[in-house]
Nanobody, 125 residues
Framework: QAQLVESGGGSVRTGGSLRLSCRVP????????VGWFRQAPGKERQFVAA????????YYLDSVKDRFTIARDSAENTVWLQMNSLEADDTGVYFC??????????????????WGQGTQVTVSL
């Protein structure tokens, strides 16, 4: 069951930018983590970035840390992922996910209970 809603995907050329948004409807947790995962065809779902809601601690996959920025907008209950200098390897379906705790296993997507339906990001050469 989709519990978060992503938007902002699309097709860009190498070097372009996209901004993904995730609407987070939760109001029952004092602190939680919101993250982004991506999955390319035939590949495992891969952790990209995450942010803790209360403390705004950000975590990134090493290959994106100088190009992507994750942030939250508490007024809009939204987490966004600004993706710059996109590369072909960034192509995939990007999923927003949430975990009710601040300290979570980042890389294991099976430990994240709340998910959106995904938004496609395609980076062309």
């Amino acid at each position: 069951q989709a519990q978060l809603v992503e938007s902002g995907g699309g097709s860009v050329r190498t070097g372009g930018s996209l901004r993904l948004s995730c609407r987070v409807p939760f109001n029952m947790f004092s602190n939680y983590t919101v993250g982004w995962f991506r999955q390319a065809p035939g590949k495992e779902r891969q952790f990209v970035a995450a942010i803790t809601w209360k403390d705004e601690r950000a975590y990134y996959l090493d290959s994106v840390k100088d190009r992507f920025t994750i942030a939250r907008d508490s007024a809009e209950n939204t987490v966004w992922l600004q993706m710059n200098s996109l590369e072909a390897d960034d192509t995939g379906v990007y999923f927003c996910a949430a975990h009710p705790l601040a300290h979570v296993p980042l890389v294991d997507s099976r430990q994240w209970p709340y998910w959106g339906q995904g938004t496609q990001v395609t980076v062309s050469l």
